[in-house]
DNA sequence: ATATATGTCTATAAAATCTATAGTCATAAA
DNA sequence: TTTATGACTATAGATTTTATAGACATATAT
């Protein structure tokens, strides 16, 4: 289950990924669309662009921008960044190693070696789907939907 | 990431499945071999019961035992009922499922669309392994080494 | 130059969740 | 009828998550 933060980061890069290109987002105004505690956010973009995903210009007429083409920003980035890790058990991240204590034999241990399965299998959606299928199919069904209703007119 | 509670409830249930059966082991043993906390192993052996994976006797001679095959066990279902789920978002959970209280409009919110694929793949695979795999795979690996170790010498 | 708008950073607090413990009760076997 | 055992309730401690405050640095416009 990822965390209030994780989705609080989607929220904000979902509109910079609907913002043209070349135009910057105040924090206020992220904050304030997505109904998200300033402060907070403030944090979050912070990570964000620490870990290469945003940019941002401070000063008057400063903000953030994306770093990359929302098709290029894989929703396993934006989680590894917020919640540290995807894999469900720390002996098999990656980016964020550490040895289970309650652990006695890490090579021979059977809940980390089904666990593997589930973090390639994890690993593989969530590096396969990017910030483009968010805007995407929200749109879609958005699109879908208002038909529905032209049809029952 | 699952929860300390969730590794406890796998080395338990691991133990339990290399048990003969027929024969319940005592909670203070499942807690001396996993190096659990005996009250909160009590609680969570109880969570298990009540979600039907064990069964128990009480009195002397009494102690706990699998409701089913460890093949017929799957970590799904272990995970379920422990951690309340397996869906990335709670809008997604058939289990547990709640609105997320960040969010304006559930039917086209592209985090939940998005994230109905990770739920869809993680379900799936979680559903397909089972106990007797942590089982299975545990003793693969150290038949394996053991082997390693032989060729050596 | 200077005032103003804006992101950056550090520190801390409030809330929620996870982990752990204590104690009493119910049940079954010897 | 004593003893071993799980069942249940309550609560406390630890950790993580969420949120806030305030001082600072930087860039733009006037």
Redesign the pocket.
């Known amino acids: 289950m990822i965390?209030?933060?994780t989705k609080y980061a989607f929220k904000a890069l979902i509109h910079l990924a609907k913002t043209p290109i070349g135009q910057q987002v105040?924090?206020?105004d992220l904050a304030r669309d997505g109904n998200i505690?300033k402060?907070?956010l403030?944090?979050i973009?912070?990570s964000l662009?620490k870990g290469g995903l945003l940019l941002?210009?401070?000063?008057?007429?400063?903000?953030?921008y994306l770093a990359h083409h929302p098709s290029k920003i894989t929703i396993g980035s934006i989680v590894r960044i917020l919640e540290g890790d995807i894999a469900p058990v720390q002996c098999l991240s990656t980016t964020n190693y550490a040895r289970c204590e309650e652990c006695n034999d890490e090579k021979t241990c059977g809940i980390r070696l089904t666990m593997a399965d589930v973090n390639v299998v994890l690993s593989e959606v969530m590096d396969s789907l990017t910030l483009a299928d968010m805007v995407d199919r929200s749109e879609a069904e958005q699109n879908r939907l208002s038909k529905v209703v032209d049809f029952s007119i």
Not at 56 to 64: E, M
């Open positions: 965390t209030k933060k105040l924090i206020a505690p402060k907070f403030e944090f973009l912070l662009r941002s210009k401070v000063g008057r007429g400063g903000g953030y």
